[in-house]
């Protein structure tokens, strides 16, 4: 099972280049669409690499204290991506209420209708760190 774990994490974090380029490349998507996969893309390598850094930890059996700030920043990271997950169709749907809305000019793909995506995406992982801090306590 171990292995099935770590082949799949593997095949994952190759295949996320392809995507990103493949998405980034399609033309008929609008733009910012296209950056909010490339940042959820990000995202997951991220947890990829928190996740197994904290397998790492268990599966060696190595102590787990608050003084490691390698195990520290790991788990801020998993809990902070698990919240932003948990946010993200909130915010997808924020921006696309915002593109519904003022549809003129959000078709445009002028570079300031990126200010939306950046704004939404700050206000996703903010709320994310916050609370992965606190859950640390």
């Known amino acids: 099972m171990i292995v099935f774990q770590f082949i799949f994490t593997i095949l994952g974090l190759i295949l996320v280049p392809f995507v990103v380029v493949s998405f980034y490349r399609a033309g ?5 669409f296209r950056i ?18 904290i397998f790492y930890y268990q599966f060696y059996d190595l102590p787990l204290n608050d003084e490691d700030q390698l195990i520290i920043v790991a788990n801020i990271a998993r809990n902070t991506i698990f919240g932003y997950l948990c946010g993200f169709v909130g915010s997808f749907g924020m921006e696309r209420t915002v ?7 959000y078709e445009k793909g002028g570079a300031s209708t990126v200010i939306v995506v950046v704004l939404i995406e700050l206000s996703n992982i903010f709320p994310s760190v916050l609370v992965s801090k606190e859950w640390l306590g």
Do not use: M, P, S
């Open 28 to 32: 008929a998507i609008h733009r910012n």
């Open 36 to 53: 909010q996969v490339c940042v959820i893309a990000c995202i997951f390598v991220n947890a990829t690499i928190a996740r197994g850094i």
């Open 99 to 105: 593109a519904t809305i003022w549809w003129k000019w």
